[in-house]
């Protein structure tokens, strides 16, 4: 798409994430169901990708909040199933993405002889992020110069360019890929590469880790290359 | 000036340390006061210990004030803690106008200072009178709650919401602490200092020494429990617990140890009935430590074999993550902030009863490979997540974001 466009230097941002309390909270699915309707949506962004960055001291068995809610407070597994395979990287909008959630729980509420109740201690609490985007003070004219800073950028660049960035337009793309397809065809094998990785079930550390790896894959391959 | 910050990067990594640096750059030079009730002691006192001079090497004028008051107006604030946390404790009114005194006192002592800065961080309820007194103020107000605000007394929540509404946010460690505010709730875990004497490394020779001073036995098994003398901490429990796991472990040994804090009056009493409660056994060993005792709980929590925190409420519970920083799987209490800490069968075991506690303690006494295994997983999540580098991003975040308002939208520092 971006063939032939000078590409100028990679600018890597950073960013932090804050947790804000809505003050919305369902005790039931009826209640969840009704929630999501109006609530903002930066807590749906929140609640599948917030986790990311968010402390944490388990290791979930769900990748979005809501899949986690409906197993371990409603102890739903078929729900929670169903919720679990949202992928948030097949829709285009976060719009799109409440109406498919809203899809699924209308669904569940029409089979169910009764609606499933959490403990009065296992609401589901909606929470919107908020994103601070700054400046890292770095810049890369090349991917040989990005490859060679990669393993010490913080996961919030990597969240920042990798998981924020599909939801800026162009959609689901992320900002590494966009720059490199700059180049031109020779770069075409590392933007396929970094196209198959799924943010979706790692962490961010682990994301880096393999991009560092594609990166170094990626230049080994095409050495002795001078430009890089 | 980064040389304090420095110091964190083998714990938790240089690019942490360089993030928070490029975060706190529109923060430079920032009037920031925090505000609590004691200087030595419990939770908040020691988070402040170290987030304030952190807060100063990244350039932020960042000072810390402590109020003061009489044994009525702790009284008072005591009765609240409790009440906020669920007690149906009463508060007469004499103590309550104590409270409104106390703070408008504090605050003529304080005010310029107060009214002067770009930020105040209130911490709990006994500050949190100080606003409506400081007409003046050209900064952002934030009450930061470190209690489980979850169900709260109602009359005495009334009373508080009347002064927290004044502020500009609140600050609660979980989500399920937090009750409905006309302003943002952020939501920020406290953490621990992997630095500090509680945390840091301690050579086998001073945990011997600290084991010899206190008549420990290197030989037999100890579980401890390090907290305030406090009803909410189950200490009574504990005994309980300890006393049926040793029918089974005759060898068993307990140590209930726990600092003390300027603005806990009922300390004292827990303590006497602790002590009624161990009824002079030997293999109970109840140390009032002092405030400052930070290596010594260092060394006990690291010689124990089997850490409980059995605790009924609990805001967050921040010995769970001190616990699991040494590698130590935690049995703690089903409550509050323990909950998201202890990961059933994980990273340790939530109990409901001393019986249960018991039990864990067994199942872990005749399981030292899993408790191997739990105690390494327990350490990696908190380096990951608990460590006070995370905490200072997420006050700096916090802090970026009110000063440049854009409520709800994504903020872009450039």
């Given at each position: 798409?971006?063939?032939?466009?000078?590409?100028?230097?990679?600018?890597?941002?950073?960013?932090?994430?804050?947790?804000?309390?809505?003050?919305?909270?369902?005790?039931?699915?009826?209640?969840?169901?009704?929630?999501?309707?109006?609530?903002?949506?930066?807590?749906?962004?929140?609640?599948?990708?917030?986790?990311?960055?968010?402390?944490?001291?388990?290791?979930?068995?769900?990748?979005?909040?809501?899949?986690?809610?409906?197993?371990?407070?409603?102890?739903?597994?078929?729900?929670?199933?169903?919720?679990?395979?949202?992928?948030?990287?097949?829709?285009?909008?976060?719009?799109?993405?409440?109406?498919?959630?809203?899809?699924?729980?209308d669904?569940?509420?029409?089979?169910?002889?009764?609606?499933?109740w959490?403990?009065?201690?296992?609401?589901?609490?909606?929470?919107r992020?908020?994103?601070?985007?700054?400046?890292?003070?770095?810049?890369?004219?090349?991917?040989?110069?990005?490859?060679?800073?990669?393993?010490?950028?913080?996961?919030?660049?990597?969240?920042?360019?990798?998981?924020?960035?599909?939801?800026?337009?162009?959609?689901?793309?992320?900002?590494?890929?966009?720059?490199?397809?700059?180049?031109?065809?020779?770069?075409?094998?590392?933007?396929?590469?970094?196209?198959?990785?799924?943010?979706?079930?790692?962490?961010?550390?682990?994301?880096?880790?393999?991009?560092?790896?594609?990166?170094?894959?990626?230049?080994?391959?095409?050495?002795?290359?001078?430009?890089? | 000036?980064?040389?304090?910050?420095?110091?964190?990067?083998?714990?938790?990594?240089?690019?942490?340390?360089?993030?928070?640096?490029?975060?706190?750059?529109?923060?430079?030079?920032k009037?920031v006061?925090?505000?609590?009730?004691?200087?030595?002691?419990?939770?908040?006192?020691?988070?402040?210990?170290?987030?304030?001079?952190?807060?100063?090497?990244?350039?932020?004028?960042?000072q810390?004030?402590?109020?003061?008051?009489?044994?009525?107006?702790?009284?008072?604030?005591?009765?609240?803690?409790?009440?906020?946390?669920?007690?149906?404790?009463?508060?007469?009114?004499?103590?309550?106008?104590?409270?409104?005194?106390?703070?408008?006192?504090?605050?003529?002592?304080?005010?310029?200072?107060?009214?002067?800065?770009d930020?105040?961080?209130?911490?709990?309820?006994?500050?949190?009178?100080?606003?409506?007194?400081?007409?003046?103020?050209?900064?952002?107000?934030?009450?930061?709650?470190?209690?489980?605000?979850?169900?709260?007394?109602?009359?005495?929540?009334?009373?508080?919401?009347?002064?927290?509404?004044?502020?500009?946010?609140?600050?609660?460690?979980?989500?399920d602490?937090?009750?409905?505010?006309?302003?943002?709730?952020?939501l920020?875990?406290?953490?621990?200092?992997?630095?500090?004497?509680?945390?840091?490394?301690?050579?086998?020779?001073?945990?011997?020494?600290?084991?010899?001073?206190?008549?420990?036995?290197?030989q037999?098994?100890?579980?401890?429990?390090?907290?305030?003398?406090?009803?909410?901490?189950d200490?009574?429990?504990?005994?309980?617990?300890?006393r049926?796991?040793?029918?089974?472990?005759?060898?068993?040994?307990?140590?209930?140890?726990?600092?003390?804090?300027?603005?806990?009056?009922?300390a004292?009493?827990?303590?006497?009935?602790?002590?009624?409660?161990?009824?002079?056994?030997?293999?109970?060993?109840?140390?009032?430590?002092?405030?400052?005792?930070?290596?010594?709980?260092?060394?006990?929590?690291?010689?124990?074999?089997?850490?409980?925190?059995?605790?009924?409420?609990?805001?967050?519970?921040?010995?769970?993550?001190?616990a699991?920083?040494?590698?130590?799987?935690?049995?703690?209490?089903?409550?509050?902030?323990?909950?998201?800490?202890?990961?059933?069968?994980?990273?340790?075991?939530?109990?409901?009863?001393p019986?249960?506690?018991?039990?864990?303690?067994?199942?872990?006494?005749?399981?030292?490979?899993?408790?191997?295994?739990?105690?390494?997983?327990?350490?990696?999540?908190?380096?990951e997540?608990?460590?006070?580098?995370?905490?200072?991003?997420?006050?700096?975040?916090?802090?970026?974001?009110?000063?440049?308002?854009?409520?709800?939208?994504?903020?872009?520092?450039?």
């Amino acid at each position: 798409m971006a063939i032939g466009i000078p590409a100028g230097p990679f600018v890597l941002k950073d960013c932090a994430l804050l947790s804000v309390a809505t003050g919305q909270r369902a005790q039931n699915l009826r209640e969840l169901r009704e929630c999501l309707v109006t609530v903002h949506p930066q807590a749906i962004y929140n609640h599948f990708w917030g986790g990311l960055l968010r402390p944490h001291f388990d290791d979930p068995e769900y990748n979005n909040d809501f899949a986690s809610w409906a197993n371990r407070g409603l102890h739903d597994k078929r729900l929670a199933e169903r919720l679990g395979i949202l992928d948030p990287a097949n829709f285009d909008s976060i719009e799109e993405l409440r109406r498919e959630l809203l899809e699924v729980l209308d669904e569940r509420l029409d089979e169910s002889t009764f609606v499933p109740w959490a403990r009065t201690d296992e609401q589901f609490h909606f929470v919107r992020s908020q994103m601070v985007v700054f400046d890292t003070g770095l810049q890369f004219a090349t991917a040989g110069e990005l490859a060679g800073a990669l393993p010490t950028v913080s996961v919030g660049s990597i969240f920042y360019h990798v998981v924020a960035a599909r939801w800026r337009p162009p959609v689901h793309q992320d900002d590494f890929r966009i720059w490199l397809e700059r180049f031109g065809p020779e770069h075409e094998a590392l933007v396929h590469a970094l196209a198959e990785l799924d943010p979706y079930f790692h962490s961010l550390s682990e994301l880096r880790a393999q991009m560092v790896s594609l990166f170094d894959r990626w230049l080994v391959r095409r050495a002795p290359c001078t430009s890089c | 000036m980064h040389e304090l910050l420095m110091r964190y990067a083998p714990a938790c990594g240089e690019d942490v340390i360089r993030q928070l640096v490029q975060l706190a750059e529109p923060l430079r030079g920032k009037r920031v006061v925090h505000v609590n009730s004691t200087r030595a002691g419990g939770g908040v006192a020691e988070i402040l210990e170290k987030l304030v001079p952190l807060m100063r090497s990244l350039g932020i004028d960042a000072q810390w004030e402590v109020i003061t008051g009489s044994g009525d107006f702790f009284q008072c604030t005591k009765r609240m803690h409790n009440a906020l946390q669920g007690e149906q404790t009463p508060i007469p009114r004499a103590l309550l106008e104590t409270y409104g005194r106390t703070n408008q006192e504090n605050a003529g002592r304080l005010q310029a200072q107060l009214e002067d800065a770009d930020l105040v961080f209130i911490h709990d309820p006994q500050p949190a009178g100080l606003l409506r007194h400081c007409q003046g103020r050209r900064g952002k107000w934030i009450w930061r709650c470190h209690i489980d605000l979850g169900h709260p007394q109602r009359q005495v929540w009334n009373f508080l919401r009347a002064e927290v509404v004044l502020h500009d946010a609140s600050i609660f460690s979980l989500a399920d602490f937090a009750q409905a505010l006309p302003h943002p709730m952020v939501l920020i875990p406290p953490s621990i200092d992997p630095l500090s004497d509680k945390n840091c490394e301690l050579d086998p020779a001073e945990i011997d020494a600290v084991r010899a001073r206190f008549g420990l036995d290197a030989q037999r098994p100890l579980m401890a429990q390090v907290s305030r003398f406090d009803r909410f901490k189950d200490p009574l429990g504990v005994i309980r617990a300890f006393r049926l796991a040793k029918d089974f472990i005759p060898g068993l040994q307990l140590v209930l140890a726990g600092g003390g804090a300027t603005d806990d009056p009922e300390a004292a009493a827990v303590l006497g009935e602790v002590e009624l409660a161990a009824d002079g056994d030997p293999d109970i060993h109840i140390l009032a430590l002092p405030a400052d005792a930070h290596r010594t709980i260092n060394a006990l929590q690291r010689a124990a074999d089997f850490v409980l925190q059995k605790s009924l409420r609990e805001g967050f519970g921040l010995t769970v993550a001190e616990a699991m920083w040494k590698g130590k799987p935690v049995i703690g209490g089903d409550t509050g902030g323990i909950r998201l800490q202890v990961v059933n069968h994980h990273t340790g075991f939530l109990v409901n009863s001393p019986e249960g506690a018991a039990l864990r303690v067994r199942y872990l006494h005749h399981h030292r490979d899993k408790l191997q295994q739990m105690g390494q997983r327990a350490r990696q999540i908190v380096r990951e997540n608990f460590l006070i580098t995370r905490h200072l991003r997420e006050y700096l975040t916090l802090m970026v974001s009110l000063l440049r308002g854009q409520d709800g939208q994504d903020i872009r520092l450039s």
